[in-house]
């Protein structure tokens, strides 16, 4: 049977790539199947044939920013990723002060997001979800700034994106909201990164069960962040620690998070 050339989500239409690098895409396919990758900015292909495990991946160079491109991939079938642009891509993580959206209610809310039609921001949304192993795919698609889609997003990585563009004379952002209201740290890093350390252990022990969130080590690791890990980026936004109000131990938590 012929498997259909396929990619995670976040390799989509409207995606930002992270610009003047190697950046990493795979996919899966027919094991031995031969891949070939043509980027627009370029023309440069690339050919590479997926493992025994139906894997394949590529590392393709980007140029400096601009866009739209495309990219082309041809397997046993033919996948299109239109409207690509080239810029810095940032993941924006935390609880609920990283989730607050103009829709929250935010200062001048309504008047920023009437001016937020900005085709050279994007944003993807990571769905809420937990898993008790790392998983390697995700829902969702990139969507270009608009009233509508502003309006939803995070205000802080929006409002980041805006200084950032500023700053950087308007090259493309990408921003990855991937957030929880009311999650601890210990969620967002891999569970043996914890399990590893006593200290940060018996930190994690102390941590409430509540019902409307996870609390247990590396729940969203697994299902907002793993999926994604290979995935170039500039750098990450945290905002984050009022679940772990009283530890005594949030530095070396962070820190543990970091560099995990």
């Not at 239109?82 to 809310?109: A, H, P, R, Y």
């Not at 019902?211 to 690791?221: I, K, Q, T, V």
């Not at 170039?232 to 530890?247: C, D, F, M, P, R």
Request: glycine share 8%; with cysteine.
């Amino acid at each position: 049977m012929m498997a259909n050339v396929t990619l995670p989500n976040f390799f989509g239409d409207n995606m930002v790539l992270q610009r003047s690098s190697k950046v990493k895409m795979w996919g899966w396919a027919n094991p031995n199947e031969e891949i070939k990758l043509v980027s627009s900015w370029d023309n440069q292909e690339y050919k590479t044939v997926a493992d025994n495990e139906a894997k394949w991946e590529f590392y393709i160079k980007t140029p400096e920013a601009g866009g739209p491109f495309a990219i082309v991939i041809n397997g046993f079938n033919e996948v299109v990723l239109k409207n690509i642009l080239i810029g810095e891509v940032w993941l924006c993580t935390g609880q609920s002060n990283m989730e607050m959206s103009v829709d929250w209610g935010i200062d001048d809310g309504e008047k920023e997001a009437k001016n937020a039609a900005n085709s050279n921001i994007r944003f993807y949304t990571v769905p809420k979800l937990t898993a008790v192993t790392p998983q390697h795919t995700l829902y969702g698609n990139w969507v270009e700034s608009t009233p509508e889609t502003m309006r939803n997003f995070s205000a802080i990585g929006y409002f980041f994106a805006k200084h950032l563009q500023d700053d950087l004379k308007n090259v493309p952002i990408g921003l990855i909201s991937s957030n929880w209201g009311g999650t601890p740290a210990e969620i967002w890093m891999p569970e043996e990164v914890v399990q590893n350390n006593p200290v940060l252990l018996e930190s994690a022990k102390k941590l409430n069960n509540q019902e409307y969130d996870p609390h247990l080590p590396g729940r969203a690791y697994n299902a907002m962040i793993h999926p994604f890990a290979g995935f170039k980026i500039a750098g990450t936004l945290w905002y984050q620690g009022e679940s772990n109000v009283g530890s005594l131990v949030y530095d070396k938590t962070v820190s543990a998070l970091i560099a995990s």
